[in-house]
Each structure stands twice: as C-alpha cells, then as structure tokens.
C-alpha cells in the first residue's frame, strides 16, 4: 500500500486565530502532500514500500543509499506531519490548557514544572537553525526529554540521523512554511500562540502507547 495523505482532523480554519486558514491549506494540501507523493516514488519497487512510515525511518540505515536522502526527507516528513495535525486542536476545543494525569506529573519530573518544560520546549524551537522541528520524547525507560531535529527527521530515525532519539509525543514544525504567512519573521511569536492549539489529550495518550 502506497502513503496516502490523512485527512485534517478538523477544518482548516479551525485553529484561527493562531494558525491561520490559508497557512493550514497550503501546509496541509501541497507540502505535506508533496511528502507523501515523493515518499512513494523513493520508495516504489523497494521492500520498504509495503511498510508503515514509521517502520521505514526506523530502519534508514537499511534504505539503499541512492534512496537514503529522498526516504529520509519524504517519508520523515509524512510522519512528522501525520503526528503534527493530531497534537493540535481547536482552542478551547481540546486545545490549550494544561496536560494533566501521568502525563503532567511526568512532565514536572523530568523539567522541574510545566511553565520550565515550556521554556526548554520553546528554546529547542527558536534555536533550531533553519528548518525542522521541536519534539518532546518518551526515552527509552520512559523518563521524557526535549529535542530539536533538521529539516525533516524525525527522533524516531535514532540519532546516528537525528542527533537525537526516543518517541515523539509532541511536535512543533518551525519551518517558515509553517508560519511565514501569519507571523514573518517572528518565529517566537508563532511558538507561543501555538500553545493554545496543543491537543494535550492527544500528547498524554501517545505517552500512554510509547511506555
Ligand atoms: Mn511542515
């Protein structure tokens, strides 16, 4: 089965006023979708092309070379999109607030309070030069940590490829095609309206699956 491209989970104008319409239209509908169509040409007649997106940038390092980069970047961002769209919802709608449960007393072991994982969150973000991505991971043994990857990696690619490792719970895409439109040059400002988007029901069942 090829990649195909997942729905939005909610209308495009849904996250206004912190992501705005035309943003998630063309996010969603052109380069996430461009992901998708790229993926499956790097992928096609390999064995990898039966494969769940997650199982293949799992296991990189296997992808013939001449494919490596297209695989790395194409079904890298199929999955870091797919994820992204579930960790967000409306304001006020399930998005926003505070994570709760397992998944906030989590949170307050492993940076001290919610408001200092914000920060460490929102630094792996501005400081990201260039394209890529904000995470927050369940290491292996369940404790969590902040990272921040380039381009289209993903944590889950291990970090001989990402610099870093661990299962991705939450992430925050900071390439300007994310939010050039809205907010300029003013990444900061994007992070933080983005809060009151983030889907934490969502986060703390993906951190239920990942332990
Ligand atoms: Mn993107």
Redesign the pocket.
Same mark, same amino acid.
């Given at each position: 089965m090829p990649l195909t491209l997942p729905d939005l989970p909610y209308a495009a104008n849904a996250l206004e006023p912190h992501v705005d319409a035309k943003t998630m239209e063309i *996010?969603h509908g052109k380069? *996430?979708n461009a992901y998708v169509t790229n993926a499956n040409k790097a992928l096609e007649g390999t064995k990898f092309a039966d494969m769940a997106a997650e199982d293949i940038i799992k296991h990189l390092g296997d992808v013939p070379e001449e494919k490596r980069a297209a695989v790395r970047n194409n079904a890298g961002g199929h999955v870091n *999109?797919s994820l992204f769209w579930h960790v967000m919802a409306p304001p006020g709608k399930g998005g926003g607030g505070k994570p709760e449960g397992d998944l906030a007393k989590a949170i307050d072991t492993a940076f001290g309070s919610f408001d200092t994982f914000k920060e460490k969150f929102a630094n792996a973000a501005a400081t990201r030069f260039g394209s890529g991505w904000a995470w927050l991971c369940v290491m292996p043994g369940g404790k969590l940590d902040v990272c921040s990857t380039a381009n289209q990696d993903n944590p889950m690619m291990g970090p001989a490829f990402a610099g870093c490792g661990g299962t991705p719970i939450l992430g925050l895409?900071v390439?300007e *095609?994310?939010y050039y439109l809205n907010y300029q040059n003013r990444r900061p400002d994007y992070v933080s309206a983005w809060w009151n988007v983030v889907n934490w029901g969502e986060v703390a069942k993906r951190f239920k699956a990942a332990h």
């Open positions: *996010h380069h *996430h *999109h895409d390439w *095609h994310a």
